[in-house]
């Protein structure tokens, strides 16, 4: 072997011997790197705990879903049945009303029976349940339509004959043949009414 070729040996050896030690010093310092990047992980205790208090978080949300969704369905139900008893009994205290004027007119009935009974006590009992009966309806939102002497209005009367008459404003109501009634504003039964032509 001739001199240069030993001198380049000698150099391709050290480069390879100092490559070797750089990897070397590389793989310690990324091996110390890895022991102090584990070292800083939770430990297995740690991990085991967080799972223990997830597991229990998720078991203790899914109770309240359960126990929301239970009182969910008793709502329900108990809607329900308060609708029911809404709409079997929603006239209850129409009825209780409508029992003081059945009173009225039992009482009515058995003093006209009576031996002494006259007209105008029979009439003064009828008159005395009317008005039993009318502020019993107005209790309950009904109104009576009794517009005689008042202007024709077609929402709530109904013409069933019209007159002339001179001596009157035209387009008025004469006579009311047939009392109306409105339910909290609205119309039920139009008044049947005789108007001026």
Do not use: C, Y
């Not at 001739?2 to 091996?31: F, G, L, R, Y």
């Amino acid at each position: 072997m001739t001199k240069k070729q030993t001198q380049s040996k000698k150099k391709t050896t050290t480069t390879v011997k100092k490559e070797t030690k750089n990897k070397k010093e590389a793989t310690t310092a990324d091996i110390e790197a890895a022991i102090k990047n584990a070292s800083s992980l939770p430990e297995s205790d740690d991990l085991q705990a967080q799972l223990a208090e997830a597991q229990q978080s998720a078991k203790d949300n899914w109770d309240k879903v359960v126990r929301a969704q239970a009182e969910m369905e008793n709502l329900k139900r108990r809607n329900a049945k308060d609708l029911e008893n809404a709409h079997k009994f929603a006239l209850d205290g129409f009825v209780k009303a409508l029992l003081e004027v059945k009173d009225s007119l039992s009482m009515g009935l058995k003093t006209a029976k009576e031996e002494t009974a006259t007209i105008e006590s029979i009439i003064e009992g009828l008159e005395m349940t009317d008005k039993v009966f009318l502020s019993t309806m107005v209790k309950f939102g009904v109104e009576a339509i009794h517009p005689e002497g008042e202007p024709f209005n077609p929402e709530l009367h109904e013409a069933i004959t019209m007159l002339a008459m001179p001596d009157k404003e035209s387009n008025t109501v004469l006579d009311v043949v047939q009392v109306g009634f409105t339910l909290n504003g609205r119309l039920v039964r139009p008044a049947m009414v005789v108007v001026v032509q």
